[in-house]
T-cell receptor, first 112, second 110 residues
């Protein structure tokens, strides 16, 4: 069966510090991978998605970036965090176009 | 115009009643449609998906799709307090993008 791992579960970071969130998927190959952010009481904002190694589509440039160094690994990064980067970050995968997506447990990031 | 729109609610229904949740989307090329449930502080979990016009039933849940009107809905019959959550509509098109609405908060009252 397929599983998705996302860590850490919670993170408190000072303004201006770097960020690295990692997501890995097990039990499948060549998944579509997604990073979403959810501000408190708000919907899911698509940040990045990837259909293959090294292929990243950006929806919200801002000060975030994403990388996919391996088939089942998706990393979200920032060089300098802003207060507005606080939120619930969710990684998701799906098998192929137009199938359902499955989410990791999320990372709650608080920038102070 | 937002790509996927939902009424934020809260939608309040008494226990045992039918809850009706609605979603509209802007991309006429959209091909697949999903409903997720999200409890506070948790990640979304899939309830149903629908690809074709018409109704699709799964237990107490019915998804309805009307591509001509660019409208998708979710009916929850015999609503239970445990159904109280935020319901997210998601739409996928010809690209690999999967876009979510802002969600509708449902409250089932005793």
């Amino acid at each position: 069966s397929q599983t998705i791992h996302q860590w850490p579960a919670t993170l408190v970071q000072p303004v201006g510090s770097p960020l690295s969130l990692e997501c890995t998927v097990e039990g499948t190959s060549n998944p579509n991978l997604y990073w979403y952010r959810q501000a408190a009481g708000r919907g899911l904002q698509l940040l990045f998605y990837s259909v293959g190694i090294g292929q990243i589509s950006s929806e919200v440039p801002q000060n975030l970036s994403a990388s996919r160094p391996q088939d089942r690994q998706f990393i979200l990064s920032s060089k300098k965090l802003l207060l507005s980067d606080s939120g619930f970050y969710l990684c998701a995968w799906r098998r192929q176009l137009n199938t359902e997506a499955f989410f990791g447990q999320g990372t709650r990031l608080t920038v102070v | 115009q937002k790509e996927v729109e939902q009424n934020s609610g809260p939608l309040s229904v008494p226990e045992g009643a039918i809850a009706s949740l609605n979603c509209t989307y802007s991309d006429r090329g959209s091909q697949s449609f999903f409903w997720y449930r999200q409890y506070s502080g948790k990640s979304p979990e899939l309830i149903m998906f629908i690809y074709s016009n018409g109704d699709k039933e799964d237990g107490r849940f019915t998804a309805q799709l009307n591509k001509a009107s660019q409208y998708v809905s979710l009916l929850i019959r015999d609503s239970q307090p445990s159904d109280s959550a935020t319901y997210l509509c998601a739409v996928s098109g010809t690209a690999s993008k999967l876009t979510f609405g802002t969600g509708t908060r449902l409250q089932v009252t005793l």
